[in-house]
T-cell receptor, first 112, second 113 residues
Framework: SQQGEEDPQALSIQEGENATMNCSYK?????LQWYRQNSGRGLVHLIL?????REKHSGRLRVTLDTSKKSSSLLITASRAADTASYFC????????????FGKGTHLIIQP | DAGVTQSPTHLIKTRGQQVTLRCSPK?????VSWYQQALGQGPQFIFQ???????QRGNFPDRFSGHQFPNYSSELNVNALLLGDSALYLC????????????FGQGTRLTVV
């Protein structure tokens, strides 16, 4: 079963705009990770945020985590056509020992 | 530095057959996890191997089995294939630790006909 739920399921924006995706989860976590997947191939790791962190940045990416609401958001600023992909959040409840639990993903389309 | 490599990239099998998928982890990683991703869904955790032992298992039947070798590479075996086993199978490697990123291979696309 899937723990996380990404919202929206699909998002289409113009190049240069910002894209925001949200993730909600159900159980306590050790950390939360965001991944990108192009055309049904392998997952690319974007960012990991620990349960005791509230915000993290990496280049054009900003991730927030609210453990009281069991939710996270991924913001991509100044989007580019190459950002077109599916984005997944994955929760880690056991410090790596229990595998990751993924949501169904948000499909992001950047229109040129 | 090679990342996670999986073979083969594509595979077509007949119902009832058996299949073996292979994974070499990223250099320096000792833990391998396997995931199944059906079309339009997120990956689902199958099991994880560490020190050649299955450490955790998701909600998958015993038809799914695995192995980890002393060099940390791993195999996923699926017996008595069903049409519903058609999916992208992803291998992820990581190092031991509480806050550890998982790095994924490109996957093996399995089609059962």
């Amino acid at each position: 079963s899937q723990q996380g739920e990404e919202d929206p399921q699909a998002l289409s924006i113009q190049e240069g705009e910002n894209a925001t995706m949200n993730c909600s989860y159900k159980t306590s976590i050790n950390n939360l990770q965001w991944y990108r997947q192009n055309s049904g191939r392998g997952l690319v790791h974007l960012i990991l945020i620990r349960s005791n962190e509230r915000e993290k940045h990496s280049g054009r990416l900003r991730v927030t985590l609210d453990t009281s609401k069991k939710s996270s958001s991924l913001l991509i600023t100044a989007s580019r056509a190459a950002d077109t992909a599916s984005y997944f959040c994955a929760t880690d409840a056991g410090g790596g020992a229990d595998g990751l639990t993924f949501g169904k993903g948000t499909h992001l389309i950047i229109q040129p | 530095d090679a990342g996670v490599t999986q073979s083969p990239t594509h595979l077509i099998k007949t119902r009832g057959q058996q299949v073996t998928l292979r994974c070499s982890p990223k250099s320096g990683h000792d833990t391998v996890s396997w995931y199944q991703q059906a079309l339009g869904q997120g990956p689902q955790f199958i099991f994880q191997y560490y020190e050649e032992e299955e450490r955790q298992r998701g909600n998958f039947p015993d038809r799914f089995s695995g192995h980890q070798f002393p060099n940390y590479s791993s195999e996923l075996n699926v017996n008595a294939l069903l049409l519903g086993d058609s999916a992208l199978y992803l291998c992820a490697s990581s190092s031991t630790g509480v806050y550890t990123e998982a790095f994924f291979g490109q996957g093996t696309r399995l089609t059962v006909v």
